[in-house]
Nanobody, 114 residues
Framework: QVQLVESGGGLVQPGGSLRLSCAASGSIFRINTMAWYRQAPGKQRDLVAT???????NYADSVKGRFTISRDNAKNTMTLQMNSLKPEDTAVYYCYYSSQRTYWGQGTQVTVSS
């Protein structure tokens, strides 16, 4: 079993920045992929960015150049640095972990509004 806890969401003005964190605990396997997804009201949950235990990353086109995903394998944490935020980035952001099984965090709200 793996537990994921997100933090760092909140309200920010357009053009601002936020940093999301995800702390993983439990039966963490060395080889795994972690990711951030987001879900806006009335829309499906979409992939934002992924990162493997080796540090390989992948981003949705909508966030390339603005968001940066990173992780600390020793601490079992993952972060998402979000810059130049836009109103369309407003969503609940979910931490995702995949190894032998997949797990989701409870989500953290990000609201971009003036």
């Amino acid at each position: 079993q793996v537990q994921l806890v997100e933090s760092g969401g909140g309200l920010v003005q357009p053009g601002g920045s936020l940093r999301l964190s995800c702390a993983a605990s439990g039966s963490i396997f060395r080889i795994n992929t972690m990711a951030w997804y987001r879900q806006a009201p009335g829309k499906q949950r979409d992939l934002v960015a992924t990162i493997t235990n080796g540090g390989s990353t992948n981003y949705a086109d909508s966030v390339k150049g603005r968001f940066t995903i990173s992780r600390d394998n020793a601490k079992n944490t993952m972060t998402l640095q979000m810059n130049s935020l836009k109103p369309e980035d407003t969503a609940v952001y979910y931490c995702y972990y995949s190894s032998q099984r997949t797990y989701w965090g409870q989500g953290t709200q990000v609201t971009v509004s003036s």
